[in-house]
Each structure stands twice: as structure tokens, then as C-alpha cells.
């Protein structure tokens, strides 16, 4: 493993654990050529995934990117870091499992979105409003209201009363 300080590749495994669902190994690493120490993280693939945009565009699955747009949706959300880490190492796996090795762009993101909705509505909201183009204020009243199907949204702060 190359040294993200000095470049060198000599570098040495300290310690290595293993993650809470196993499904990833956490290795402390240092360099003996300046000292730096540094992780890294090793995972199980199990086959290359390609992406197929909505324009048709094939590009390679990025766990990175994937992450990235999970983490933005779960922003100062009430959520532990270890168990977002979690949703994105399931989603991952059960993408691959698919037996497939070309996915859909629209695949995964109901795949997202079905992962989000178990763990934090709020990030589930804040996703959706991306993946789904909301533009106006009554895009989130509308698939709000799809959440919660038996209560009408109003303006007035008083709940609603039956007759």
C-alpha cells in the first residue's frame, strides 16, 4: 500500500480488525519512510458493477460516490456513522447479488431510498427530494403526504379534529 504522505510503498500493517458485520477489515498502517500512519479498508466485491445512466452512459459502480450522496442526505441526522457505514456496505452486497453486472441508475436509487426509509425518514426525505427533482414546496407536501397517508397537511398549527 502506497503512503498517501511520502509515496513510498514500503509501508507496515500494525493492526488489523475486523468490522462489526465482518464484511470489512480495518488496517492501521505505517511508514517507516517518514512516519506517517494512516487506515485503510478492505472489502469483499464481488463482481464489477457498470451503471446505466438515464442518457445511456455506462460508467463502473462507485461506492465512493454512492456513499457520498448517503452521507449528504444523513447530514446532522441523529444516526451513528458505524450504522450509515452498514446501509451502504447492504446496499452494496445486495446490488451485487443482484446476479447482474449492468444496474440501472433508477435500480439503485430505489435501492437507496428503500435503505433510507428503514433507518432515518428525514434522510429518506432529503434523498428523495434529489432523486426525485423536486422543484416546489408542494413536491415534498406530495410525497410527504405519501408517507403518511391518513393525515392532511394544513397551515393552521391545531391538529385536525373528527366530527
Request: positive net charge.
Amino acid at each position: 500500500m502506497r503512503c498517501p504522505f511520502c509515496g513510498d510503498t514500503n509501508t507496515q500493517v500494525k493492526d488489523s480488525r475486523p468490522s462489526e458485520d465482518h464484511g470489512v477489515i480495518r488496517r492501521r498502517r505505517l511508514c517507516p519512510a517518514c512516519g506517517g500512519r494512516f487506515t485503510t479498508f478492505e472489502r469483499t466485491q464481488l463482481r464489477e458493477l457498470t451503471v446505466i445512466k438515464k442518457n445511456g452512459r455506462r460508467t463502473p459502480l462507485d461506492r465512493d460516490k454512492l456513499a457520498r450522496s448517503i452521507q449528504i442526505a444523513m447530514r446532522k441526522r441523529p444516526v451513528d456513522r458505524e450504522q450509515v457505514e452498514k446501509m451502504i456496505s447492504g446496499i452494496v452486497r445486495q446490488l451485487e447479488s443482484r446476479g447482474e453486472t449492468e444496474i440501472t441508475s433508477h435500480t439503485i436509487g430505489e435501492t437507496v431510498m428503500a435503505a433510507l426509509a428503514r433507518v432515518d425518514t428525514v434522510g429518506y426525505v432529503r434523498f428523495a427530494s434529489v432523486y426525485k427533482n423536486f422543484t416546489e414546496a408542494s413536491d415534498f407536501e406530495a410525497f410527504i403526504q405519501q408517507l403518511r397517508p391518513d393525515t392532511e397537511l394544513s397551515d393552521s398549527p391545531e391538529p385536525k379534529q373528527s366530527p
